[in-house]
T-cell receptor
Framework: DTGVSQNPRHKITKRGQNVTFRCDPI?????LYWYRQTLGQGPEFLTY????????KSRLLSDRFSAERPKGSFSTLEIQRTEQGDSAMYLC???????????????FGPGTRLTVL | RKEVEQDPGPFNVPEGATVAFNCTYS??????FFWYRQDCRKEPKLLMS???SGNEDGRFTAQLNRASQYISLLIRDSKLSDSATYLC???????????FGQGTTLQVKP
């Protein structure tokens, strides 16, 4: 399967614990995005990498959240001291750069569903 | 006010019906627009891009009106398999990040 993969698919944790999610993008895609989706809402942008550089972070990304893409390939999203409000689906997407510096189709992974008890 | 706004529905229609979804966006700097489809507990998947000149793909037609910052999706001859949530999406210039509407739920009934 050459699509975007995410692990784990499901994570249940207790409030206050740290969790880490992994995203493996499509291999030739240099752009990688993280989004968060809560029930009944559309996905919301969290952060964006071009190669290994993190170029934009949403205000939604509090200081408990950190994302990395150390070699410009896979990415990790860590949430420290989880809160019940962090319960959501965390989606990763990847794309090639657009032809004029803009966008191109983003391909989404299956998501990691986080439940904080 | 959300940057992309949609009526969440649900829209309940019989098979064979024509249904139209609308969406408005507030950031005139947005570069590109899309409709994504999302099935229950699955990831969003691109349905089609939206252009000012209109875009048709089989039973689906999408239209963009930049002057009024309005996007539409028309589905003709609805099928049971069209039941899903349809997400209206604006794409930011330069970063390419996607700004999603809340989604409109469609339920096609036999």
């Amino acid at each position: 399967d050459t699509g975007v993969s995410q692990n784990p698919r499901h994570k249940i944790t207790k409030r206050g614990q740290n969790v880490t999610f992994r995203c493996d993008p499509i291999s030739e895609h240099n752009r990688l995005y993280w989004y968060r989706q809560t029930l009944g809402q559309g996905p919301e942008f969290l952060t964006y990498f071009q190669n290994e550089a993190q170029l934009e972070k949403s205000r939604l990304l509090s200081d408990r959240f950190s994302a990395e893409r150390p070699k410009g390939s896979f990415s990790t999203l860590e949430i420290q001291r989880t809160e019940q409000g962090d319960s959501a689906m965390y989606l990763c997407a990847s794309s090639r750069p657009g032809t004029s510096g803009g966008g191109n189709e983003q391909f989404f992974g299956p998501g990691t569903r986080l439940t904080v008890l | 006010r959300k940057e992309v706004e949609q009526d969440p529905g649900p829209f309940n229609v019989p098979e064979g019906a024509t249904v139209a979804f609308n969406c408005t966006y507030s950031n005139s700097a947005s570069q590109s627009f899309f409709w994504y489809r999302q099935d229950c507990r699955k990831e969003p998947k691109l349905l089609m891009s939206v252009y000012s000149s209109g875009n048709e793909d089989g039973r689906f037609t999408a239209q963009l009106n930049r002057a009024s910052q309005y996007i539409s999706l028309l589905i003709r001859d609805s099928k049971l398999s069209d039941s899903a949530t349809y997400l209206c999406v604006a794409q930011a210039r330069n970063t390419g990040k996607l700004i999603f509407g809340q989604g409109t739920t469609l339920q096609v009934k036999p």
